[in-house]
């Protein structure tokens, strides 16, 4: 029989993470401090993160090596299996080839923890004893705790009040790894006290959250702040995904033609393209077609501008340079949580500024009818950020059709919807709502990015 997956061994966990800083034509804009428009030091980063993680957000080193003690912890679902997905090949009678690389088998259920280990462990290394951080409907708490857990640390998460009251099952998850989850905003912080002030009935935001997270580690000696996407470092860690496809792709005798993957922050997507984009920046592969997708309601990609603007809506963080829908932006509430994020990271940003990464953007109605079509074919209910990636590799794949082209597709199947299943029962009850893009509300976030 034609074979389906392609495993790896565990000795073939990548012993060091590729860093594309190296590779970059040109080097990144560096963060800007607001107040002064002069680039921070590392030293003012050091109140929230351990030393050895702002060192590797600045490295222009080309290999960072990977712990032994984090690839022992990744061995537990590490190497994930990249997968011929030969039904589905066979349900759109397409003469592509597809493959997709299967991030779904971690403890979470994501490719988050990929990056919680490595951020954990750092923190201990360096006598960190509690960790704190935001997540929206619970997949990056959900994979710090479980982090935190191995390490013997302990895990503060502020949780958005409305996903904490709404979706209770990811709350649970946390707490079952031993951390503790607050809703957002809470008293537990100067500026929770003051959202509550003048809203006692606020039903939170990512960027409230944000805002707690890291008041709470910078008031706290023992205490550090932790991010789940957008940083350097974390799209770093996230390359062990694509380390390992490119070796698998070696057993399947392909090389990617086209490759897609879903757009949040941009970890999930840079951390499966970058060692692949290395060929196309330094020659080897200058044909490669890499895309980008994203939400309709939230297209930070293929409509906002590139330019300075803040991290978070309390502007608590540095100056990025990225593309942005402005950091007062407030998405339309789409199922896909993990997409609403008004701007990207920076070194996704600069590459799809310079054109080496291509962005597209879909409607959620769409994009659940895609992930069907994948679950009919291959069994697995993808998470719905993950549905966006899976719409764009089905519509490449019908092209090929049309012009027979045996184009080898490649998506980064990021993880499963087993906790988002209540957004596949409004898609079935055909609730869902397609957002058009909100220009006029872009507009106005827009008008309050900072001059630089
Ligand atoms: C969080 C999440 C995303 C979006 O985050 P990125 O940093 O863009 O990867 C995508 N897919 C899944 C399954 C997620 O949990």
């Known amino acids: 029989m034609e074979q389906v997956k392609f495993l790896l061994d565990e000795n073939e966990i990548p012993k060091a993470w590729y860093n594309i800083q190296a590779d970059l034509p040109t080097p990144l804009d560096p963060p800007l401090n607001p107040a002064t428009k002069?680039?921070?030091?590392?030293?003012?980063?050091?109140?929230?993160?351990?030393?050895?993680?702002?060192?590797?957000?600045?490295?222009?080193?080309?290999?960072?090596?990977?712990?032994?003690?984090?690839?022992?912890?990744?061995?537990?679902?590490?190497?994930?299996?990249?997968?011929?997905?030969?039904?589905?090949?066979?349900?759109?009678?397409?003469?592509?080839?597809?493959?997709?690389?299967?991030?779904?088998?971690?403890?979470?259920g994501s490719h988050k923890p990929n990056t919680a280990v490595a951020q954990a462990y750092y923190n201990m290394k360096e006598g960190t004893q509690r960790m704190t951080t935001e997540t929206g409907a619970g997949q990056w708490g959900s994979a710090l705790a479980f982090a935190t857990r191995l390490f013997e640390l302990k895990c503060t998460v502020y949780m958005v009040k409305v996903s904490y009251e709404q979706k209770p099952y990811r709350r649970i998850l946390m707490e079952s790894w031993g951390a503790e989850c607050i809703p957002s905003p809470s008293k537990r912080t100067d500026y929770g006290k003051t959202v509550l002030k003048d809203d006692p009935k606020c039903p939170g935001s990512l960027g409230i959250a944000i805002s707690e997270a890291i008041e709470d580690a910078a008031k706290h000696e023992d205490t550090k702040y932790s991010l789940g996407s957008v940083l350097n470092h974390v799209l770093l860690h996230q390359t062990v995904v694509g380390l390992e496809t490119k070796k698998q792709f070696k057993l399947a005798g392909d090389y990617p033609d086209v490759m897609f993957g879903c757009v949040g922050g941009g970890s999930n997507f840079s951390g499966a393209v970058f060692p692949f984009v290395a060929d196309k920046l330094t020659g080897k592969?200058?044909?490669?077609?890499?895309?980008?997708?994203?939400?309709?309601?939230?297209?930070?990609?293929?409509?906002?501008?590139?330019?300075?603007d803040f991290g978070d809506a309390a502007r608590t963080t540095p100056l990025f340079m990225m593309h942005t829908l402005g950091h007062t932006f407030v998405p339309p509430p789409i199922h896909s949580?993990?997409?609403?994020?008004?701007?990207?990271?920076?070194?996704?940003?600069?590459?799809?500024?310079?054109?080496?990464?291509?962005?597209?953007?879909?409607?959620?109605?769409?994009?659940?009818?895609?992930?069907?079509?994948?679950?009919?074919?291959?069994?697995?209910?993808?998470?719905?950020?993950?549905?966006?990636?899976?719409?764009g590799t089905i519509d490449e794949a019908l092209k090929c059709k049309e012009t027979g082209e045996e184009k080898v597709i490649f998506f980064a199947n990021s993880g499963h919807g087993h906790f988002d299943l209540g957004a596949y029962d409004t898609y079935h009850a055909k609730k869902l709502v397609d957002y058009e893009y909100p220009a006029k509300l872009v507009k106005k976030a827009l008008e309050k990015v900072p001059k630089v």
Not at 347 to 362: G, N
Request: with cysteine.
């Open 38 to 108: 002069e680039p921070i030091g590392p030293e003012a980063l050091a109140p929230i993160f351990p030393m050895e993680l702002i060192k590797q957000e600045v490295s222009q080193e080309r290999w960072i090596p990977i712990p032994k003690e984090v690839r022992d912890v990744y061995r537990l679902w590490r190497p994930t299996p990249l997968y011929r997905a030969r039904r589905l090949e066979k349900a759109l009678k397409t003469p592509a080839k597809i493959y997709y690389k299967w991030e779904g088998v971690s403890p979470p």
């Open 337 to 391: 949580g993990g997409l609403r994020y008004h701007g990207d990271a920076p070194l996704l940003c600069k590459l799809v500024k310079e054109k080496v990464i291509d962005a597209v953007a879909y409607h959620q109605n769409e994009v659940f009818k895609a992930a069907l079509t994948f679950a009919g074919a291959e069994g697995i209910v993808v998470a719905p950020e993950t549905a966006h990636c899976v719409k």
């Open 285 to 308: 592969k200058p044909e490669l077609k890499v895309v980008a997708c994203e939400p309709k309601a939230c297209p930070t990609l293929t409509k906002g501008p590139y330019m300075y």
